[in-house]
């Protein structure tokens, strides 16, 4: 069983720095990433929301059932603000702005965008180059579809680095990482990040803040 790493310990909740990988359900080699956590600490755990198994990053996990229920809550009402990074190549058709449309199921669970906006995936974006043909782009999704960033970077012309399914350069690991949650908890205000991963483009990054 891997270690997992806890970037912000709260009495109600953990910020667990996702690695690249771990699944959200069990397998037939690993566990859920919230049942190795609670191998891990001892405790009753429950997810509040979830991640991608390629992408790592910040993902919330509560530490009793009444927790759970107010995050849940807020992930549903969206009250609970994500920004991603991710790496790809290309030349993005724009740097900035919002992306918005409907998401079609067009065949084995890929998704592709279309120009309709009756119940759109909406990501705000804006990008930065990173090296020659290279860009990171710092990603705010303000919906929650399946796949929204990437089918996002694809429509752009800039699938994610490690992103074969979206035809993204070939790489080991998928460039998309959950970088910061902001949101209000209890009357306090929490803007919450883990680190970027060491791996790939990640390590060329510049400080990002």
Avoid: C
């Avoid at 109600?12 to 037939?28: E, Q, R, S, T």
């Avoid at 991710?86 to 030349?91: D, L």
Wanted: hydrophobic fraction near 35%; proline fraction near 6%; charged fraction near 20%.
């Amino acid at each position: 069983m891997r270690a997992l790493s806890i970037a912000f310990h709260h009495a109600d909740f953990y910020l667990l720095n996702k690695p690249a990988g771990a699944p959200m359900h069990a397998n037939d080699v690993e566990l859920s990433v919230v049942h190795q956590l609670a191998a891990q600490t001892g405790e009753t755990l429950y997810p509040v929301h979830r991640l991608d198994t390629p992408t790592s990053g910040a993902l919330l996990i509560a530490r009793n059932k009444e927790a759970a229920a107010t995050l849940s809550q807020l992930f549903e009402q969206r009250q609970i603000h994500k920004t991603y990074v991710a790496i790809a190549r290309g030349k993005p058709s724009k740097k900035q702005g919002l992306i918005s449309g409907d998401m079609d199921n067009v065949r084995r669970g890929n998704w592709r965008l279309l120009h309709s906006q009756n119940n759109p995936a909406q990501t705000r974006f804006v990008s930065h180059s990173l090296k020659p043909g290279y860009r990171y782009y710092l990603l705010q999704p303000l919906t929650g579809k399946t796949h929204q960033l990437r089918v996002a970077l694809k429509s752009l012309g800039a699938p994610i680095v490690g992103d074969q399914r979206y035809g993204g350069e070939p790489h080991e690991y998928l460039h998309l990482h959950a970088w910061r949650l902001s949101f209000d908890y209890e009357g306090q205000h929490l803007q919450l990040q883990v680190d970027l991963p060491d791996y790939g483009l990640f390590s060329e990054l510049p400080y990002l803040d």
